[in-house]
């Protein structure tokens, strides 16, 4: 199999939303870490 050398700007919006989705998603489980943490004390 060849791969191909050029990248589609379609694959690297792609990649993008891929990499903001998972950075919200660890965002979002720090902050629940952090209320969960508060709520404890």
Do not use: G, S
């Not at 792609?14 to 404890?40: C, G, P, S, Y």
């Amino acid at each position: 199999m060849k791969l191909r050398h050029e990248v589609l700007k379609i694959d690297v919006e792609a990649a993008l939303q891929v990499l903001n989705f998972a950075i919200f998603h660890k965002e979002l489980t720090d902050m629940e870490d952090r209320e969960q943490r508060a709520t404890e004390k």
